[in-house]
């Protein structure tokens, strides 16, 4: 990024903040020649994206639509509207870039699992238990046992590739995607 003071080419980093629910990043630079301070903005080009659901039926990704299923699986969990709001976006930009155009409801499912984990226990295995489809106790129990056995928190910029591979082909409802 030139400098807007000497057009010198090369600057540094001081500061990147998340704007507008994660839609853009801005950043405080400064310019290694002339240490003239100026700011960036960085946004994500926008793909519109396909869902593919269950059923075969596709619909464009419709982020107010998970939203309001998250929403629900979070409430009296202490996480605010506004950071599930940047989580949704932060889904969003991954199934932009990752993907392409089109998606299965399975694995925006399964995406968000991994995002909740790092948020809330709570709130993780309450939309596992809708999005999955949970039978009984046993299901509840397992799903327990499985954030137990693994504590590593999940960067969010590196979603694990196995894991989606895995999700796909999982037998798991879209409910909670089409808000039925
Ligand atoms: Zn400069």
Redesign the pocket.
């Given at each position: 990024m030139q400098?807007p003071?000497?057009q010198?080419s090369d600057s540094r980093v001081l500061e990147s903040r998340s704007t507008e629910a994660g839609q853009s990043i801005r950043r405080r630079r400064e310019?290694l020649?002339?240490k003239?301070r100026f700011t960036t903005y960085e946004r994500i080009e926008f793909v519109p994206v396909t869902v593919i659901k269950r059923d075969g039926k596709r619909e464009s990704f419709d982020r107010s639509k998970l939203l309001r299923g998250i929403v629900r699986s979070c409430e009296k969990t202490g996480i605010s509207q506004r950071r599930l709001e940047v989580l949704v976006a932060e889904i969003e930009a991954q199934l932009q870039q990752r993907f392409g155009r089109e998606v299965t409801s399975n694995e925006i499912g399964e995406l968000v699992l991994q995002y909740l984990r790092e948020e809330s226990e709570v709130a993780y295995v309450r939309f596992a238990s809708v999005y999955r489809k949970f039978q009984g106790i046993r299901d509840f129990v397992e799903t327990l046992d499985d954030l137990k056995g693994d504590t590593t928190l999940i960067d969010s910029s590196t979603i694990n590739e196995t894991a989606l591979t895995e999700a796909q082909e999982k037998e798991t409802p879209a409910s909670v995607m089409t808000g039925s």
């Open positions: 400098c003071n000497c010198h310019c020649r002339c003239h």
